[in-house]
């Protein structure tokens, strides 16, 4: 992990489109079957595709209720990036309590009516928006929980109460990337 500021290297130095490319390169070598991101707002995909020979086929990022994403996501669809959603059911990193995912009302009210788990109620929505989700668990009842997920549809009405619960919040914000003089804050991490 890096400590200090010389521990990095910046995009001036080595910018996303040279990574890209030895990314395709690994592609064409046969050394990877597929290759894609993680992380990459839409600026940052279009900067890649400018100049791709083969464009990134996924972009993992941090998606859930409170952290929708619909402009990435939208982003994406149009130009055949597949999404996987990280901490789909939130993260405890965070010490808001009042940001506590899987103790919303809401989504709590939708899992009684529904006859499931809050966490199955978080997965379904972002699986019916057309991504893949990650959960972590090291959990076997929480694992074969989250499977489970795939028997459950959320009505359109579940989905309308979900889309509003959208904060923009990032469970996982990137401050750990911050070091004094570093090349790197959050907010350029998301927002460059």
């Not at 006859?115 to 199955?120: D, G, I, L, Y």
């Amino acid at each position: 992990m890096p400590e200090k500021a010389s521990d990095f290297i910046p995009l001036s130095e080595v910018p996303l489109t040279n990574t890209w490319k030895g990314m395709e390169a690994a592609l064409e070598q046969g050394l990877a079957k597929h290759i894609g991101v993680s992380n990459f707002n839409e600026n940052q995909l279009k900067e890649i595709k400018a100049s791709a020979v083969h464009k990134p086929e996924m972009n993992q990022v941090e998606m859930h209720p409170f952290l929708q994403q619909e402009a990435l996501q939208s982003f994406c669809v149009k130009n055949d990036i597949l999404l996987t959603a990280y901490a789909p059911l939130g993260s405890l990193v965070d010490d808001n309590s009042t940001l506590r995912l899987l103790e919303n009302d809401t989504i709590k009210n939708i899992a009684k009516a529904r006859h499931m788990s809050p966490a199955q109620v978080a997965l379904a929505y972002t699986i019916q928006r057309g991504i893949a989700v990650i959960p972590k668990s090291i959990n076997e009842a929480r694992l074969l929980q989250n499977l489970e997920t795939l028997n459950h549809t959320l009505t359109e009405e579940d989905m309308a109460l979900l889309k509003d619960l959208d904060k923009g919040h990032r469970f996982i914000d990137g401050k750990f990337w911050e070091v004094e003089n570093g090349p790197y804050t959050a907010d350029s991490i998301w927002n460059a």
